[in-house]
């Protein structure tokens, strides 16, 4: 059974960093595509970063040039470096990965909080 288990959220003051981590386990990622998202309070899931199996990355707009995104295929972890915190980053952080010849099976961790105070 796939299972992704997020970690690394915290509370920060505005400038500050923290570097998110997910752990996955269930089947070897090295070749799907993951990503993270963020769901702040009254509004929709949106995309924050993704990596393809091949490394390939992208960002949302409001993260570029702040937030990393990176994979360590042989400890089957997620990662996502954030400098340069803002508070509208304060949202809960999801951990996804979609695998399957057109991404049919799509799994979620639970959510780490992330909060950054101004």
């Known amino acids: 059974q796939v299972q992704l288990v997020e970690s690394g959220g915290g509370l920060v003051q505005a400038g500050g960093s923290l570097r998110l981590s997910c752990a996955a386990s269930g089947r070897l990622f090295s070749t799907d595509d993951m990503g993270w998202y963020r769901q702040a309070p009254g509004k929709q899931r949106e995309l924050v970063a993704a990596?393809?199996?091949?490394?390939?990355?992208k960002y949302a707009d409001s993260v570029k040039g702040r937030f990393t995104i990176s994979r360590d295929n042989a400890q089957n972890t997620l990662y996502l470096a954030m400098n340069s915190l803002k508070p509208e980053d304060t949202a809960v952080y999801y951990c996804n990965i979609k695998y399957g010849l057109v991404g049919e099976y799509e799994y979620w961790g639970q959510g780490t909080q992330v909060t950054v105070s101004s």
């Open positions: 990596i393809t199996g091949g490394g390939r990355t």
